[in-house]
């Protein structure tokens, strides 16, 4: 804030989608980065491979595994944690021949968010230093509510025995 820099926020399933870009074939039209979410449920979004990079086509998703290979309908390069791997065998049941590469795979590293925050930076489409925050795709299990009681660490003495105390600051 204090340099008043440009900032921009990169998605982590951009980053994805960027990382598997670089192994993506010809065959491969549609990448998709995907992440368990928990729940019975994954993180992904589709991209389009086009001639200069990607092209975003959905929003980023939360839903069931079969819900998004239900939206693929060609070659797609699966990219992410195991999660992936099993969109890649829904996908083979229905006749299709996706690939997959894991997370250890891909090289996502910080030159990947730095371009492609660079490419928004010379485009003009910055955030607002005061009003970026995460984008959440489910809201959060516990809130904060201003008012309500919040338990101490007297409270807790159960949990945190007079003798777990000591042992722990003995290790």
């Keep these: 804030m204090a340099s008043n820099c440009a ?66 309908d060609r070659g797609v390069l699966l990219a992410g944690d195991s999660k992936a791997s099993e969109a890649m065998e829904l996908l083979s049941r229905r006749g299709l021949d996706p690939r997959y590469l894991s997370s250890e795979e891909l090289e996502t590293c910080g030159a990947l968010v730095a371009a492609a925050g660079a490419e928004r930076v010379a485009r003009g489409d910055v955030d607002e230093v005061r009003t970026l925050q995460p984008i959440y795709l489910r809201p959060a299990e516990a809130i904060f509510a201003p008012g309500e009681s919040v338990a101490t660490a007297d409270s807790k003495e159960g949990v945190w025995s007079a003798e777990r105390k000591i042992s722990s600051r003995n290790t």
Excluded at 31 to 40: E, I, K, N, S
Excluded at 52 to 66: F, S
């Design 7 to 72: 900032l921009v926020g990169i998605p982590s399933l951009d980053c994805l989608a960027l990382a598997a870009l670089e192994h993506a074939g010809d065959g491969e039209g549609l990448v998709c980065p995907v992440v368990d979410a928990r729940r019975g449920e994954v993180y992904a979004a589709l991209y389009a491979v086009v001639d200069d990079g990607l092209q975003k086509l959905t929003d980023d998703l939360v839903v069931k595994l079969e819900s998004l290979t239900a939206r693929i």
